[in-house]
């Protein structure tokens, strides 16, 4: 498995990052955004954020980076290449703003991470982050069954490398990176429903354990209280966003 991507590349989760736009995902940054800026979306997904961008730089450019360029759309004015985080296929201080969505929760090296968007970043450029932090998720109601299941959500993001918490301590991150003027701001989004989770977090584990023998009676009975979550009444969910501007 790709390093940190947990979710996996299966229809549902292209699907649900497919719905995801500027206007609901980005919206803290997009009013920074100029006419003749280069712009980088790192970890971009298919681009549903990255193109709502276009529009805002005018003559400017927006690249796409991702590991995984099946994704890509075809056809788009988002300019889109394959590379890592760690290694941008970017030259140094040449772009305006750096965003990243739901990236940073799915890697082992952050701060190595940073110091590379930092490289690219022209001086006095913009670093944009949107990162989750399940520690705060609002989950109603929370019961037995929803802290054993998503015990094992946890640590399936830890075994491929990331951190469910990172939203934390991005900040931190940031500055160890050698951001400055750095602001957060917690966001909490209905990003899917409750039962909904439930669901999505009991197929994770089902796959998990098809795929593999490692922590199997602890994931066997995390799928099972996934199980009876989805089977009960419903609730609400809110995700925890932790959204942070920098400058370098």
């Known amino acids: 498995m790709l390093e940190g991507y947990a979710p996996g590349f299966s229809d549902d989760v292209l699907s649900m990052m497919s719905a995801r736009s500027a206007s609901d995902r980005a919206a803290f940054l997009l009013r920074s955004l100029r006419p003749g800026m280069l ?3 790192v970890g971009c997904g298919p681009g549903s ?11 400017g450019r927006v690249l796409g980076v991702d590991v995984e360029p099946r994704q890509f759309l075809r056809e788009s004015t988002v300019d889109f290449v394959a590379g890592s985080v760690y ?12 965003f990243a969505h ?39 109601p929370k019961t037995v069954n929803v802290v054993a299941a998503l015990r094992g959500h946890y640590l399936l993001r830890r075994r491929a490398g990331g951190d469910p918490f990172a939203g934390k301590h991005i900040a931190s991150y940031a500055e160890q990176a050698g951001f ?13 429903g409750y039962r909904e989770l439930a669901r999505y977090v009991e197929s994770r584990l089902d796959a998990a354990l098809s795929a593999s ?17 989805s089977h009960a009444g419903d609730g609400d969910f809110l995700q925890c966003w932790e959204e942070l501007l920098a400058v370098k």
């Open 39 to 41: 712009v980088l979306d």
């Open 87 to 98: 290694a941008l296929p970017v030259p140094s201080e040449s772009v305006d703003v750096v």
């Open 49 to 59: 954020i990255t193109r709502c961008f276009v529009p805002l730089v005018g003559e």
């Open 180 to 192: 400055r003027e750095i602001h957060t701001h917690a966001r909490f989004r209905p990003d899917m």
């Open 102 to 140: 739901a990236l940073f929760e799915h890697l082992g090296r952050p701060v190595e991470a940073l110091r590379e968007i930092r490289r690219v970043l022209r001086p006095g450029g913009t670093l944009a982050l949107s990162t989750s932090d399940w520690s705060r998720a609002r989950l109603r």
């Open 213 to 229: 023998s490692e922590d199997r009676d602890q994931l066997a009975s995390a799928a099972r209280s996934a199980w009876a979550w």
